[in-house]
């Protein structure tokens, strides 16, 4: 083989393991929005349940471009603020229920 024709293949190979990686971080930001939101239920602190729920929002508005409900997706959006803002203050119960919410509004989104 010849120098232009390892690097047209190098050139192959770098190119499907880049398409492959997109698919792989293409898993449906509502999904991961899901994923995070539920995390944020079982977490043990208010801190953590914020945590886990701005990223969940991050998500959630990122899924504002797939198709999704979009009544759905806002209301989780809005419990998702409302779990962040009591997380941060401290009260881990109210951030987890809202946070609940957030995930019965979010699968909701996904159906």
């Given at each position: 083989m010849n120098k232009k024709?390892?690097?047209?293949?190098?050139?192959?190979?770098?190119m499907a393991l880049f398409s492959f990686g997109a698919v792989?971080?293409?898993q449906n930001h509502l999904d991961q929005a899901i994923q995070h939101a539920e995390a944020a239920?079982?977490?043990?602190?208010?801190?953590?349940?914020?945590?886990?729920?701005?990223?969940?929002?991050?998500?959630?508005?990122?899924?504002?471009?797939?198709?999704?409900d979009a009544k759905h997706l806002d209301e989780g959006i809005k419990f998702l603020d409302d779990a962040i803002k009591e997380g941060n203050e401290g009260n881990s119960d109210a951030a987890k229920k809202a946070a609940t919410d957030a995930?019965?509004?979010?699968?909701?989104?996904?159906?």
């Open positions: 024709t390892i690097i047209l293949y190098a050139s192959i190979l770098i792989a971080a293409g239920v079982t977490s043990a602190d208010g801190k953590t349940v914020a945590k886990h729920a701005q990223e969940a929002k991050t998500h959630a508005k990122g899924a504002k471009n797939d198709k999704t995930v019965k509004h979010l699968k909701e989104a996904a159906k």
